[in-house]
């Protein structure tokens, strides 16, 4: 209110535009409750103040999901008791669709916008809801693709729904953003999906891939007796945080000859499949933590799954996807506000000290 008036509290100035009004009140309903507002207000009623909209994206598509559950009849007395819980009113079909226009319109720019910049670094996986369409409930592939510019600021670069991850949908997303303007990957971050890889292949063919180590790690219980008691995967795990490559193929060598003889079918899946897992070491040592993995993104799918399992069972695909992407929006613009998640200039000056190597 001071920098819309351009004056202080009682303050004397003959450059102000108006005069305070006391305040109104306002509730804001958001994910831990209920909070009242005391929103200032100036004689002329011009001023308003946008400072809580956009965190109200997601707590609106997250009531218009549960309202659409409610009018549509096919939630319970429970779902009826969490809207008017959340809002303290049970909704109209007129009030719903009213709410959700306003959504989609932001939303729909929000996907639809251009990738003018370039993004080194690209994070791409996959979650699954479940839907209702036609009277049955089937499961839908939530894609979600997150960029480091060389800024270095994370933006979240495309959020959209399948049928399934298969390698077309996948094609179908990674084709979307490059539309849009992708360019310049160098690095893919992702779990082993077959089609996801086949995908990048296809699209990105300039990127190299690294396969989640957290997922590597998960996978290699399935080579092992279910009770491990000795350091074979803690040796393993060890792999990923060496300094530099051949630091990394060296240890890798000696794990491998320490337990070919106790763990045969561990020991030659790794040496089958650890290599291009290994991608990282390419990048700067200070990049290493963050790129070896989709923890980030597992992060954000956390968050949505917070969301998600208020509403369990989403009455429609739109639905879903309106809930998600509202989130995933109001974390765009979080993650834009905060200082630099990496340093690029740590990867430019990589960049020149490879170029001179091989000079």
Known sequence: ??????????ERTTGRNGYRSGYYGRSLITRVGKLELRIPQDRTGQFSTELFERYQRSERALVAALAEMY???????????????LCGHSFSASSIITINKRLDQSLAQFAARPLNEAFPYLIVDARYERVREAGVIVSHAVLIAIGIDWDGRRQILGV???????????SDFLRGLKARGLNGVELVVSDD??????AIREVLPEAVWQRCYVHFLRNAL????????????????WLYARRDLAEARSDLTAWLA?????????????EENLEERLSFYR?????????????????LNEEIKRRTQ????FPNAQSCLRLIRALAVETHENWLEQLRYLNMEELREHKKLIMRQAA
Not at 193 to 198: D, R, W
């Open 258 to 270: 320490r337990w070919a003889g106790k763990y045969p079918r561990l020991t030659a899946w790794v």
């Open 160 to 170: 959209e729904l399948a049928n399934r991850g298969s390698r077309s949908s996948w």
């Open 310 to 313: 208020v509403v369990r069972i």
């Open 283 to 299: 990048l700067p040592r200070q990049h290493h933590k963050h790129l070896k993995s989709t923890s980030m993104l597992e992060r």
């Open 222 to 237: 399935d080579y092992v007796p279910r009770k491990v008691d000795d350091d074979c995967l803690q040796e393993l795990r």
């Open 1 to 10: 209110m001071t920098d819309a008036l351009g004056a202080a509290k009682s």
């Open 193 to 198: 999906h077959a089609g996801l890889k086949a």
């Open 71 to 85: 009018v549509q009849g096919v939630s319970t007395r429970k779902v009826k008791a969490i809207t008017e819980e």
